[in-house]
């Protein structure tokens, strides 16, 4: 009987296994085509819903001074959506501690949390009214990181998914798979993101060089910042009229 038992509990793994593998393929698969971020984005969470046994998905980007969160796509949150989409959650200094989200970016390992309320308890007003917001029983918070030069890595966003039934919590293998995921979505943004600015070079090169000379364009390209002034000058000018018979 035992042996029978444990080739069902062998079995199981393997179907987890597959499905886990199976996942990660259609993820890497909806950002192989993407070139528009948000696109990018909604096909990933859409891929964690139906391939895993998650009730929603939420992807929150960090801000340009990475101070903030601010929500980007979210799937499964039914009449919520709304209401989710525009969280605005803020990311405490190094020190605080109010600091749950901003822990999981700082170390750059996912999170796994099970919501009772011990859990509840231990957090800061903040954070605790966010948590109740979202009404999660379990959850995995995964930071979502760009590669970039040397050993350091960009903390782009951080990528949410929940369970609501208190009968079936996450587990480990949950905040590895989606850590997994995670670390591809990252790459897959900072490419869409690499794409745009090469697209808008070219576009802005391909511009200039219609009306200036080409020794004009290489020195803007140079150095932009000295050579563009956009609005909020005043200069003196002579115009000349001229008669062409």
Known sequence: RSQIDELHALLERNDRRVQELQAIAGVVEATSDKREEQALIQSVLTELRSKLDYDRALLLLVSQDGTR???????GFGDDRVVV??????????????R???????DG????????????????????ELIQMLGSTS???APVLAPTLGDEQEALALLVVDRTRETSPLSLRD????????????????NVRHFRRVQDELLINQKFRQYLAPQAVEAIRADPTARLRLGGESRQVAIMLTDIA
């Open 109 to 128: 390992a996912p999170m796994l949390a099970n919501v009772d309320q011990d859990f509840i308890d231990g957090l800061l007003p903040g954070n605790r």
């Open 139 to 141: 959850f995995v918070a």
């Open 85 to 98: 989409e525009q969280l605005d959650v803020s990311v405490q200094p190094e020190g605080s501690d109010d």
């Open 100 to 106: 749950l989200f901003g822990n999981i970016l700082s």
């Open 175 to 190: 905040r590895d798979l989606v850590g997994s995921v995670a670390s591809t979505l990252g790459t897959a943004i900072s």
């Open 69 to 75: 969160l601010g929500s980007a796509c979210s799937a």
